[in-house]
T-cell receptor, first 114, second 110 residues
Framework: ETGVTQTPRHLVMGMTNKKSLKCEQH?????MYWYKQSAKKPLELMFV???????ENNSVPSRFSPECPNSSHLFLHLHTLQPEDSALYLCASSWTRYSNQPQHFGDGTRLSIL | GQQLNQSPQSMFIQEGEDVSMNCTSS?????WLWYKQEPGEGPVLLIA?????ELTSNGRLTAQFGITRKDSFLNISASIPSDVGIYFCAGPNTGNQFYFGTGTSLTVIP
C-alpha cells in the first residue's frame, strides 16, 4: 500500500545524534499517528494528531518530539535516544481521529540506536 | 491494564489447511479490526467489524464480531504460502481507548 509513505526505511544513529522520521499520507485523511513496534510487544501508540493538532500523547519521553505541519505530513524528531528506543516506528492515518476508523499504515522506519 | 490477547501466539500449518485464531478482551469493544503484517512492511487492514454478531468475509478470510463484544475471530480457509505473516486484532473499547492485540504469527509450510 503506497497511501502512507515513511522515510527513511532504516536509520542507525548514536545516542547523541539528532534525526527526524518523516511520514506523508496521500489519502486525504485528517488524523495521523505514530506507533512504536518492539519485538514481542503489541503496537504502542505514541502520538495522535487531528487536523494538525496534537490530541493524544501517551506518556512518551521528551526525547521524542512530534511535529505535524499540515494534515498530510507528520514528523518525529529524535534526540538523545537510548538503546531501548531501537524499534520499528510506524506512521498511520485515518479519516478522523474517532477510534472506530480503520487506520492505514506506512511500512515503518527501522531504528537502531548504537 | 487493558490487553487484547490473541490465541494462538504462533501457528505452523500445511498449505491447504484452514486456520482459526481469536482475540479476547477484558472489556467491551465497539469495533474490531483485523490487520496482517508481513516482514518489512506495515500492518494492512483485512476486515473491519462494527456490530456484535457481524460476520464479514474478504476472499478466503472470514471474521466475526463476538456476541459478548469481548472477542473476535478470524478464519482463513485453504491457506497458501502468501498467508504468512503476523495477524493483529485491534479496536476501541467503550472508553474510546484504542488497542492492538499481541499478534498471531502464521507460518504456512508448502
Amino acid at each position: 500500500e503506497t497511501g502512507v509513505t515513511q522515510t527513511p526505511r532504516h536509520l542507525v544513529m548514536g545516542m547523541t545524534n539528532k534525526k527526524s522520521l518523516k511520514c506523508e499520507q496521500h489519502l486525504g485523511h485528517n488524523a495521523m499517528y505514530w506507533y512504536k513496534q518492539s519485538a514481542k510487544k503489541p503496537l504502542e501508540l505514541m502520538f495522535v494528531y487531528s487536523l494538525e493538532e496534537r490530541v493524544e500523547n501517551n506518556s512518551v519521553p521528551s526525547r521524542f518530539s512530534p511535529e505535524c505541519p499540515n494534515s498530510s505530513h507528520l514528523f518525529l524528531h529524535l534526540h538523545t535516544l537510548q538503546p531501548e528506543d531501537s524499534a520499528l516506528y510506524l506512521c498511520a492515518s485515518s479519516w478522523t481521529r474517532y477510534s472506530n476508523q480503520p487506520q492505514h499504515f506506512g511500512d515503518g522506519t527501522r531504528l537502531s540506536i548504537l | 491494564g487493558q490487553q487484547l490477547n490473541q490465541s494462538p501466539q504462533s501457528m505452523f500449518i500445511q498449505e491447504g489447511e484452514d486456520v482459526s485464531m481469536n482475540c479476547t478482551s477484558s472489556s467491551i469493544f465497539n469495533t474490531w479490526l483485523w490487520y496482517k503484517q508481513e516482514p518489512g512492511e506495515g500492518p494492512v487492514l483485512l476486515i473491519a467489524l462494527y456490530k456484535a454478531g457481524e460476520l464479514t468475509s474478504n476472499g478466503r478470510l472470514t471474521a466475526q464480531f463476538g456476541i459478548t463484544r469481548k472477542d473476535s475471530f478470524l478464519n482463513i480457509s485453504a491457506s497458501i504460502p502468501s498467508d504468512v505473516g503476523i495477524y493483529f486484532c485491534a479496536g476501541p473499547n467503550t472508553g474510546n481507548q484504542f488497542y492492538f492485540g499481541t499478534g498471531t504469527s502464521l507460518t504456512v509450510i508448502p
